[in-house]
């Protein structure tokens, strides 16, 4: 376990797509969704330690989110809590991250990853990080790692690499928007499109001086604060400046312009739990395809359902057959699984104009 590794984890994001469980005052990654016992972000953080020390791992939130993220990884020092004070999405978190980070250890090389994501195979996933720091120790170079599509998914993003590249760790040709289902197909038909899963590894100085390549306002903006990270003076300077970044994503603000950058096709089991359905995937099954997490459970006539409830309520199905079952509190969700990407626009029309 080397003292240069670090990792930035995400936890800002709201997870909306999870409502009634997830929402804005407590997301997804905060939830143990899986009914494990842990937390997702409690997941990511034990996954992380087994090659990165604690004390070198950054959890990168919004400020609304601070308290949460204490009580759920108390061994978390303070000053590795980063909170954003505005919503700036990948490129401005990560570079001040990356900036920190470096004043500390200028010879750091660091992971992001985000904090719920679920990844089964952990011996392979250590393995898979400890490749690409290797490569990014040695090399000024920028890492992902991509996952091989088991079919034409068309809500993730695509990588691109280099068909002729025979060797492990690939050459990025382009970074692929979501695709429709015509185009997925056709990548995964092809045999050189991996998924994106959002993970990156880089050494500190190759991901700053990418973004001095590529967004020199970024750069100045945060460079000016330079002397004051880890002081007690860095938090005002922040909440001052930080809102003038601008939102713009680590894929379009570097990824996708930098010339160095090189994909490790990874070789553990991924979800990105993005929805009820790919929850729903990563949960055994009974006989009739039916999944449960938490809830004790009657089903009669029904068949390929996931339901969830907070703790042993008893839940009674009959006569349906894929839906998405949530009871949580003082919402009840029941939704058809072809429409869950309509959960998030149901949700926030709910917020908006119900729960007042």
Known sequence: MSSNYYAVVMAGGVGSRFWPVSTPDFPKQFHDMLGTGDTLIQKTFKRLSQLIPKENILILTHE???????????SVAEQNIILEPAMRNTAPCILYAAMKIKKINPDAVMVVAPSD???????????????????????????????????????????????????????????????????????????????????FVWSVSAIIDAFSAYQPAMIELF??????????????????????????????????????????????????????????????KDASENAVVNANTYFNNAANNIVRTDGDKLVVVDGLNDYIIVDKEDVLLIYPKRKEQDIKTVSQYIESNIKK
């Open 117 to 199: 994501h679920w990844i089964e195979d952990e011996v392979q996933f250590v393995s898979n990080l400890q490749r690409t720091f290797d490569v990014c120790e040695r090399d000024k170079v920028l890492m992902t790692l991509g996952i091989l599509p088991t079919f034409p998914n068309t809500g993730y993003g695509y990588i691109e690499f280099n068909k002729l590249d025979s060797r492990p760790i690939k050459k990025v040709v382009q970074f692929r928007e979501k695709p429709d289902y015509v185009t997925a197909r056709k990548f995964i038909q092809s045999r050189h499109f991996l998924w994106n899963a959002g993970i």
């Open 64 to 74: 609304n989110y601070r308290d949460i993220v204490k009580e759920q990884l108390p």
């Open 223 to 284: 460079d000016k604060g330079y002397d004051l990270y880890n002081t007690d003076k860095e938090r005002a300077f922040i909440e001052e400046n930080y809102p003038l970044a601008e939102n713009i994503s680590i894929d379009y603000a570097v990824m996708e312009k930098a010339s160095n950058v090189y994909v490790l096709p990874a070789t553990f089991d991924w979800n990105d739990l993005g929805t009820w359905g790919s929850l729903y995937d990563k949960l055994p």
